[in-house]
């Protein structure tokens, strides 16, 4: 099965990064407040990356690695730059 991983700009400027295997539905779900507690009190929120990943295991792998991330590096991988680790 196919997962993503995914980063969201919340309404006040902060990220929050997540994986699922419906990414339309899940940026619904938060902008509904149903998505996450980080997010409820952030709304709107905006897909701005998504990461195609073969299965559930990487999917959460690769979220932990993105949340590890500075924001500065959070933000060259949405711009298409690869951060250093």
């Known amino acids: 099965m196919t997962c993503y991983c995914y980063i969201l700009e919340c309404a006040d400027g902060t990220y ?3 994986w699922t295997t419906d990414p339309e539905r899940r940026v619904k779900q938060h902008n509904k407040g ?3 507690r980080y997010t409820k009190t952030r709304r709107p929120v905006k897909l701005v990356y998504l990461e ?3 299965n559930r295991t990487d999917a ?3 979220e932990l690695a993105i949340k590890k991330l500075k924001r500065a590096q959070k933000s060259k991988l949405i711009e ?3 951060p250093d680790e």
Request: proline letters at 0%; glycine letters at 20%; a positive charge.
């Open 60 to 62: 959460m792998r690769r």
């Open 80 to 82: 298409g730059n690869i």
């Open 34 to 36: 149903v998505g996450a």
């Open 52 to 54: 195609e990943q073969h």
């Open 16 to 18: 929050y990064t997540g």
